[in-house]
């Protein structure tokens, strides 16, 4: 039953989600690169950025010495904010779920610039925190997206009488999305928060 679960998100995944999530990818790669450029030029909103989310994640408990507590509160907000982009795909047009790419690209920029701006962020402390559980949470957050602006594209298409018929069912686009987020996303932000609360050591925020 599972493994038919599967081989069906796989076979959904490559004819219908696989190019959204190359495109996203890309654009969530071009939008590192320029976020990090920006900073770089703009040390000054580097640092106050920097210790702005610091600030942030003290005070969400992030830094807390119970791990699995920290495991919980980056789950869950991981997990609502997967979810919450998919949702934002029921708004036709608008391809909201971009947003998402964008501000996580330009997030991993603004940690990458810490090191080059000697906010005293150890870069080898970094990577060691951040690149294990990313290999899991980028593709999560990508995947997230990709289904949103498939939904988005799909109800985009309901809207307009003459592209209606090409759209799959509202009920069958609901079962695509819940199938997805359940096999696929739950899995990989439940493994990368396990990782980043219990195996690697905590992000070094000044």
């Avoid at 610039?113 to 060691?128: G, K, M």
């Amino acid at each position: 039953m599972i493994r038919k679960c599967y081989l069906t998100e796989w076979f959904f995944f490559r004819r219908k989600l696989l190019p959204i999530f190359v495109i996203l990818l890309l654009f969530f790669i071009s939008m590192a690169f320029l976020g990090y450029d920006y900073f770089i030029r703009h040390p000054d909103k580097a640092k106050s950025k920097i210790y702005e989310y610091g600030d942030i994640l003290s005070k969400g408990g992030f830094f807390s010495e119970n791990s699995f507590k920290v495991f919980m509160k980056l789950f869950l907000n991981n997990l609502i904010a997967s979810f919450g982009t998919v949702s934002l795909s029921f708004i036709p047009f608008l391809f909201l779920p971009v947003v998402t790419i964008l501000i996580f690209g330009i997030s991993i920029g603004l940690v990458f610039s810490a090191n080059s701006l000697s906010i005293n962020i150890d870069q080898l402390s970094l990577l060691l925190s951040i690149l294990p559980h990313s290999i899991l949470e980028i593709p999560a957050i990508i995947y997230a997206s990709s289904i949103g602006i498939y939904l988005n594209i799909q109800i985009s298409k309901k809207v307009i009488p003459w592209t209606r018929h090409n759209s799959p069912s509202f009920s069958n686009l609901c079962k695509d999305a819940g199938r997805s987020f359940c096999l696929i996303i739950v899995p990989l932000l439940l493994v990368a928060a396990f990782i980043e609360a219990f195996i690697t050591p905590q992000t070094p925020w000044p």
